[in-house]
């Protein structure tokens, strides 16, 4: 059975990890065995993304298919064996399939999904992969032929916005200080500052734009969001930060209150601790003579 975990409760205990000053962290889980573990590890979020699906194939973080069906199927596997901690689903504010955004978030809610963040987000591909707004304007004209008010970036703020005034936990990525702002206008309650596809393993990414300006900007980012609501939890997610030593650089250079990992999750540690298993199985020496072929 899902556990019924409140907004307010989600915060408090969120806020009494800053105050006791723990970072906060959210793992990216795709699988019984990895949110299990993340709730023994003491993670505070467990987070479910539709692109789990390839990192459990051993594939480059990829969309495939329909993003909330896909996130909506996880439900139950992870729900199963998650005793309290809460499950926030990646929703798609911009589905083709459901154009009615309230009917849509309500499948999640139903669920027993504890929050949701906006995943997947028009915004990875308009700041990181495509570069300029001309990609977002464009998008946004798409809402008259779907027949609805907004469309982009624009939908996903409303989302929020609509799952605020249902008292529903609400966590957003954000790439720019307008993007915090606005989503901090809408009333969310963590702000996930997104600094690129996550590097390391065998499917990270391998470029990388200098350190300490990705750090300045996700700070500017930070602070954007605080202007505008200063209770909001800021957060930091992807680019070079894949294990937990790399993190340590975040909170000496940033206000960021914790981070956010996937890859860093379910993909580079399950990479690693099976590799090194195998090899552990393959040293020992047998004992006696080989056996006559």
Request: charged letters at 25%.
């Amino acid at each position: 059975m899902p556990v019924k975990i409140s907004r307010q409760e989600i915060l408090e205990r969120l806020r009494k990890e800053v105050s006791d000053k723990r970072p906060i962290f959210g793992a990216g889980c795709s699988a019984g065995i990895i949110a299990k573990c993340a709730e023994l590890g003491k993670a505070d979020l467990i987070i479910v993304y539709s692109t789990g699906k390839t990192r459990m194939m051993g594939l480059p973080t990829t969309i495939i298919g329909p993003s909330n069906p896909i996130t909506l199927d996880m439900a139950d596997e992870l729900m199963n064996v998650v005793k309290n901690t809460p499950i926030i689903a990646g929703v798609e504010a911009n589905d083709p399939f459901y154009l009615d955004i309230e009917a849509s978030l309500k499948r999640f809610t139903d669920k027993g999904f504890n929050g949701v963040i906006n995943f997947p987000t028009v915004a990875l591909y308009e700041n990181l992969i495509e570069g300029g707004m001309a990609l977002r304007k464009f998008t946004e004209n798409m809402a008259h032929g779907y027949g609805v008010e907004h469309w982009g970036w624009p939908r996903e703020v409303e989302m929020v916005r609509l799952l605020r005034q249902h008292d529903i936990f609400t966590m957003a990525y954000v790439f720019t200080p307008a993007d915090a702002a606005d989503m901090a206008k809408a009333g969310v309650d963590v702000i996930c500052v997104h600094v690129g596809p996550t590097m390391g393993g065998l499917t990270g990414f391998a470029e990388m734009e200098d350190l300490d300006a990705l750090l300045k900007k996700s700070q500017i980012t930070i602070e954007a969001a605080r202007r505008e609501s200063p209770e909001v939890i800021c957060l930091i997610h992807g680019g070079p930060f894949y294990d937990p030593e790399s993190t340590a650089i975040i909170y000496e250079k940033t206000d960021a209150q914790g981070f956010v990992g996937a890859s860093a999750i379910e993909r580079t540690p399950v990479e690693r601790a099976v590799m090194q298993t195998c090899q552990g199985f393959k040293n020992h020496t047998l004992k006696g003579r080989p056996i006559k072929p």
